[in-house]
């Protein structure tokens, strides 16, 4: 079934087509739409949850926690400082080893307040366990949705499904619906091991001494080691059923490129038709989307950006003191690898400004050009 949804819906019919058994909701622009069809769903019957309305977005964690830990396939939703506020219980869920799905659409961090997009509500998260899945179209949240449930419930970690604000949020776009039956036999059953149950109660101390806490966090850097493989394996069994993939990264024809733009989420899209229209012209650029940031797809990354002769890493978010966030992530990336490409970083769009064609050939041209990165940051669009 195709349906002309937003991204936000096509949230909420990922959580419904995943069979989602608990939904914590807490409203919160831009996200609250998702959460809305959720109620609308439970209250029909189309959805057999228990949905619960918390009074913050800590409490939305705090009862995902709880229903993920008795065996319930759990759901949830939110954004910027919605997501903040939840800080303190994403380190519990991750650590406790919760397959809870989280949506995020990104919206910029107050003050000033501001309900546009930009990463960094989701990327100040990046360090506390969770897998984290970035969405360039509508199509392409209704299937990571779907595919984070299965990813999450194999690895015994949280996944958080990122969005843009706005620009996908409120934005309709044909989607394909893939029929129930079909779901069901990607994503069967959510079975957990060892689960709370009252009718076998045990009582859990949670103090954790240093004989155990150490091992305790190698475990869940062994899982995203584990989850790098097993993420492809449920894109490449998604493909198999509903004939979709998405991949890690995405190469866009960079089997050439000498100049390759990194992007994630949206500007994604607006890069790869400026890149048709400058190979049109005879220049070699590419672009490569990473879709995913953690776990860090270092193989694929060092692969295709080794090949170009410069890099040009579009940052919709900022790190104070340092730079932007995904270039930090490229730089480290390639640390260390012999006649490395140099990295010119972007940071442009803060705030849900747009970014448009002729910002991203803007970008481009000036990588072309210039011999080396002359800042640590390269502003884009700034007014002063």
């Known amino acids: 079934m195709k349906k002309v949804i937003t991204g936000n819906h096509a949230v909420s019919y990922g959580a ?3 069979r989602s058994q608990v939904i914590a909701a807490y409203p919160i622009t831009p996200q609250t739409q998702i959460v809305e069809l959720l109620s609308e769903f439970c209250a029909s019957g ?3 949850a228990k949905f619960i309305k918390v009074e913050s977005e800590h409490s939305a964690m705090t009862a995902c926690i ?3 830990a008795t065996g319930a396939r759990t759901f949830t939703a ?3 400082h919605g997501l903040a506020l939840m800080h303190e219980m994403l380190h519990w869920a991750a650590a406790a080893r919760l397959p809870v799905v989280l949506a995020n659409v990104n919206r910029a961090m107050g003050p000033g307040w501001s309900v546009w997009t930009d990463q960094n509500d989701s990327l100040s998260q990046r360090d506390l366990g969770w897998i984290q899945l970035y969405c360039e179209s509508n199509q392409e ?3 990571t949705t779907i595919q984070a449930f299965k990813i999450a419930e194999k690895v015994l970690l949280p996944v958080m499904v990122v969005l843009d604000a706005f620009v996908l949020s409120h934005t309709s776009e044909p989607v394909d619906i893939p029929e129930q039956t079909l779901v069901d036999k990607f994503l069967p059953p959510y079975d957990l091991k060892t689960k709370l149950d009252l009718s076998a109660a045990k009582s859990y101390g949670a103090l954790t001494n240093p004989d155990h806490y150490f091992e305790i966090r190698y475990k869940i850097q062994k899982a995203h080691d584990e989850a790098l493989h097993v993420i492809k ?3 490449n069994d998604f ?3 509903f004939g979709r993939k998405y991949g890690v990264v995405e190469a866009y024809r960079c089997e050439d490129a000498k100049v390759i733009v990194v992007t994630s989420g949206t500007i994604s899209g607006t890069t790869r038709g400026v890149i048709d229209e400058m190979r049109e012209q005879g220049r ?5 989307k990473q879709k995913l940031l953690r776990p860090t797809p270092v193989d694929e990354l060092r692969s295709i950006l080794y090949k170009a002769q410069k890099i040009a890493v579009i940052d919709r978010n900022l790190s104070f003191g340092h730079s932007g966030i995904f270039a930090q992530e490229i730089k480290s990336t390639l640390y260390g690898l012999a006649g490395a490409p140099p990295i010119y970083d972007y940071v442009i769009g803060l705030g849900g400004r747009d970014v448009t064609p002729d910002d991203i050939r803007e970008i481009i041209d000036n990588t072309f050009k210039a011999e080396s990165p002359r800042d640590t940051i390269i502003w884009r669009g700034v007014r002063l």
């Open 239 to 241: 493909y198999e059923h």
């Open 233 to 235: 394996d449920v894109d």
């Open 141 to 143: 949240v209704l299937d």
């Open 66 to 68: 709880a229903a993920s």
């Open 46 to 48: 189309k959805l057999n």
């Open 78 to 80: 939110t954004s910027s």
């Open 16 to 18: 419904l087509l995943a």
């Open 284 to 288: 070699k650029v590419g672009m490569l």
